[in-house]
């Protein structure tokens, strides 16, 4: 009995190891789910920031406001998790305009602000197809800027100390209401992303 505890504790922690980038990074909070969390009872809201895009414009949160915003968190040297992410939110970006849906705008922020200046975020969005007539790729700021962006808007951590390549950063999309509340997430690892369109076509109006 005591060797079939330790085995299994001895699996669950080389999971974890071995999951990196890819584990959700909300301690005590359940993964969200293929069709979307509702947070409109967990009091968040976007900070105030002013940052620059891939076109060395500055973005600032109220700039966002009037439009609902689809919000993750990449960058650009990224090996694991924002392969699958950016691909799926480009996915997004796509079916939304096929169903036109100009109501919804689209915000990366990168969690390595240190290398990913403007060119090379616009490098990072033009390897992947993105139109960057509704989707900003920001940075401009310190990693303390970026560390308290995301936990005070997205409960969510980010950290640079993971003794590899790697950066600890939430893995979910975000919706923000046209007022600046966060009001759903969504699994951004989730390839089938047909499930996440409806629910913002749900929730958009659209």
């Not at 890819?22 to 993964?31: E, H, T």
């Amino acid at each position: 009995m005591r060797r079939r505890a330790l085995f299994y504790i001895s699996a669950g922690l080389l999971f974890l190891l071995l999951s990196g980038c890819s584990w959700l990074y909300q301690a005590g909070q359940p993964q969200s789910p293929q069709n979307g969390s509702d947070l409109t009872g967990a009091d968040m809201e976007l900070s105030s920031f002013e940052f620059t895009n891939q076109d060395e414009e500055v973005v600032t949160n109220e700039d966002l406001e009037g439009n609902y915003v689809l919000a993750d968190m990449i960058f650009t040297t990224c090996p694991t998790v924002c392969n699958t992410m950016t691909p799926n939110m480009l996915s997004l970006q796509q079916d939304m305009k096929a169903e036109g849906m100009d109501n919804v705008n689209i915000v990366s922020f990168t969690v390595d602000p240190e290398n990913d200046d403007p060119e090379a975020l616009t490098a990072y969005g033009e390897k992947y197809g993105v139109d960057f007539d509704n989707w900003d790729f920001l940075t401009g700021y310190s990693d303390e800027d970026i560390k308290k962006l995301s936990k005070e808007s997205f409960k969510s951590v980010v950290d640079k100390n993971t003794g590899d390549n790697n950066i600890t950063h939430a893995t979910g999309f975000f919706l923000i209401d046209p007022d600046g509340n966060v009001i759903r997430k969504y699994d951004g690892l989730e390839n089938d992303t047909k499930p996440i369109l409806e629910d913002l076509k749900r929730v958009t109006g659209n």
